[in-house]
């Protein structure tokens, strides 16, 4: 039970994970990672290795000392949590694995004089207090996903019946349930679940679907990335025929119903959420919609033809793309180097009501949310989604 004196001992290390809240979480994963190999396959090595995970978690630890008596003041962060958490399958028994590292992470890293019996017994109460939040916020999901219509519980088997090349980098895969029972719809923007043995390794990974809900297959479009072991093992070895194992979609990046103009915005790979939600839009209504996307160069951008046949066929539709780098060979873009505010003044429509989504490299959405907001579009319509762990944008 988490008490008065509780929470203002846990309230009191708000400095303390303000200045060390990195080396804690640094020191908590190593541990963890090391001592449960059962959970290794829920944590992407490559966010362990850049600090990504530990950022996160830290910022996570950080955002509920700070609202511990509040906790509706954590807005989209809960429902982020739970959904990544969904994607990958946690479960029950993995959050006291959690919590007994967090407690040695605090008493290991702080040290005893700071990190006394009163303060791990606070944040022992507290950490259950959370897990108990997100175990019965994600039951419910389960639940949910596991009556609905074509719904199931854990892996479900998934046959690739086509593979398809959309970039130098980026690869589709059309995925249609093996037992050939029917599809669980899912929300344009959403993303499911993967698990795969790698070498005898088990590798779990989230991946947007690409494509609007049909009923027949999900589509996930898929970036090679250079030191990736899931996505270059999807490129190189899996074929037409060959079976994954996905858990239901999940995500609350989500295209909500609206007759506003909607503005698309992605970099790079971050084009899949947004192209589902452009042919569900596209599909349900006649707002104006604005397209805008940022690759590299000409060779690396995915599924320009497809954007360009929709939009001869839907006048509601315009489209611009801006290159970082030009190369000779490329067709033309509509600007060059970085996605900057005079750009998008120049691409947005004139009455800045809309509603925006953007997606893509960290670097890229902080510049896009800083020129969305400079340029009048209100904040609570600007939103977007991560891939990895949920980073700050300020």
Known sequence: MLSAEHRAIVKAT????????????????????????????????????????????ANGVLMYARHIDELEKLGGLVGQIINKHVALNIQAEHYPIVGACLLRAIREVLGEEIATDAVIEAWAAAYQQLADLLIGLEEGIYSEREKAPGGWRGTRRFVVARKVAESDEITSFYLVPEDGGALLDFHPGQYIGLRMMIGG?????????????????????VKREPEGKVSNFLHDQVREQDVLELYPPAGDFKLDHSEKPLVLISGGVGITPTLAMLHAALAATTRPIHFIHAARHGGVHA???????????????????????????DREAHGFGFVTEALLDKWLPKNRDVDAYFLG????????????????????QSRYEFFGPAAALE
Do not use: W
């Open 14 to 57: 708000v400095p303390l994970l303000e200045s060390g809240g990195e080396a804690l979480t640094r020191h908590f994963y190593a541990m963890m990672l090391n001592e449960y190999p059962e959970v290794r396959p829920m944590f992407n090595q490559a966010h362990q290795a850049s600090g990504a995970q530990q950022r996160a978690l």
């Open 201 to 221: 390794e088990e590798l779990r990974r989230n991946y947007s679907l690409s494509a609007a809900p049909n009923g027949r297959e999900y589509r996930i479009s």
């Open 303 to 329: 599924f320009r033809t497809v954007i360009e046949d929709l939009a001869a066929k839907h006048p509601q539709l315009k489209h611009f793309y801006c290159y970082e780098q030009r190369r000779d060979g």
């Open 361 to 380: 490299p960290k670097s890229f959405m902080q510049a896009v949310k800083k020129h969305l907001k400079a340029l009048g579009v209100p904040e609570s």
